[in-house]
Structure formats: C-alpha cells, structure tokens
C-alpha cells in the first residue's frame, strides 16, 4: 500500500470547516483513499473512501486531486466531538473480508470552543 | 451498520499471568478478524489476522506463543496474553468487516495493564 503525509496536529474553531490534508504521492491507480478517526481511547471509525472522484457522505466530504497525489478530508461544520486523531490510509481494493489496515501517525485534529 | 464488540474494555493483571479479551461480530459473520495493538500516543499497529477454523497470521516481530489467536466461530475471536508482563500493557483492538463491504468495523479497545 502506498505511504501517506498527514500533518501531525491541526486545530479548527467549533462550527467552522476543518480541512485536513493527506499527500499519498505514489499511489496506484488501484488503490482507494480511506478515512478514519480515532476518539481518545476508543476503537477507530470509518469516515468516507474514494477512487478518484469526490465522495460526499453524512460525515464528510473527500476531494481528490486530479492526479490523485494528494487528498483533503472535510467536515463541513466541525464540532467539539470531532477532536480526534484523522487517518488517511491507501490501500488496494474497496472491499473483501481480508481488510487488514496499515495506519500511520495521522493528524490529531482539535476543535476548540 | 454492522458492530464489533471486544470484552473486557480494561483489565489489570499480575506480572506471569494470562488475559483472554474476546472480539465479537454482534450482527453479522467475519470469516476474518484482525487485532491490533497501540501503545500511548502511538499509532495502531496490526498484530495478527484471525481465521475462522484455522491458524492466525502473525506479523513479523508479533511471538505467536505468547499472544494466541483462536477464532472458533464466525462471529468469535480471542486474544489471550500468556505469562503477561508490564511491557504488554497497551491498547488492543479487533476488526471484522462485512464480505464485500468497503469499511472495517472497529471495536471499543480493551486497555490491558499488566503490574
């Protein structure tokens, strides 16, 4: 699976748009773009994936560039319960029951008040 | 949407004891598992991959005499923590994910404190 630059730590004010950046430089033209967050002592959440057009779901949004090198992940009106550690992963395939998952350091994201 | 259950969520254990923490699919079949690891402030790192009716696949560096992976049933897998030792406490978590389905599902985590 191809690696992945995430900024360590972002912070967003609560109700504003927080837009965290992912540059995945050496994927393949296979490899989806995965999402995930991970709340303090809790297990990780799945937020949205894509290939390589942008997905939109009741959680966030995914942009992809057009070259595919780099994505954003974006919470439209973030919240206090949104500070989390973000993952973006890349991996080959959209589904399969053999769905083990390489995780980087991720971007700790902090909504403030 | 589909829930991975882990049980105990913490446990505290002796220095040279065993801990079972338990994986549950509540509403759905895993033929596969996968249980991580992660220490403080660390990122997860994948332990092992859990085979319903054979053996586990470990990752390298993981011993798999100490940490024991049995997946007995479709919707069960175990993690035992044998002769446990204060280096072993962590964060362990499983997934499991729907046939065909894009995302894995993630339980809560059980914090093991070995002392």
């Known amino acids: 699976d191809a690696k992945t630059t995430q900024p360590p730590s972002m912070d967003c004010a609560e109700g504003r748009a927080a837009n965290l950046p992912c540059n995945h430089s050496?994927?393949?033209?296979?490899?989806?773009v995965y999402w995930y967050r991970q709340i303090h002592s809790q297990g990780p959440q799945y937020i949205i994936h894509?290939?390589?057009n942008n997905e939109t779901n009741e959680m966030a949004s995914l942009i992809i560039t057009e070259d595919r090198k780099s994505s954003t992940l974006i919470l439209p009106h973030a919240t206090l319960r949104d500070t989390a550690v973000y993952y973006c992963?890349?991996?080959?395939?959209?589904?399969?029951?053999?769905?083990?998952?390489?995780f980087g350091k991720g971007t700790l994201l902090t909504v403030n008040p | 949407g589909a829930v991975v259950s882990q049980h105990p969520s913490r446990v505290i254990c002796k220095s040279g004891t065993s801990v079972k923490i338990e994986c549950r699919s509540l509403?759905?079949?895993?033929?596969?598992m996968f249980w991580y690891r992660q220490f403080p402030k660390k990122s997860l790192m994948l332990m092992a991959t859990?085979?319903?009716?054979?053996?586990?696949?470990?990752e390298q560096g993981v011993e798999k005499d100490k940490f024991l992976i049995n997946h007995a049933s479709l919707t069960l897998s175990t993690l035992t923590v044998t002769s446990a030792h204060p280096e072993d406490s962590s964060f362990y978590i499983c997934?499991?994910?729907?046939?065909?389905?894009?995302?894995?599902?993630f339980g809560q985590g059980t914090r093991l404190t070995v002392v």
């Open positions: 894509g290939l390589k």
């Open positions: 509403d759905f079949q895993a033929t596969t």
């Open positions: 050496t994927i393949s033209g296979n490899e989806y």
């Open positions: 997934s499991a994910s729907l046939p065909g389905a894009p995302e894995a599902f």
């Open positions: 992963i890349v991996r080959v395939s959209s589904g399969g029951s053999n769905y083990k998952l390489t």
């Open positions: 859990s085979n319903e009716g054979s053996k586990a696949t470990y």
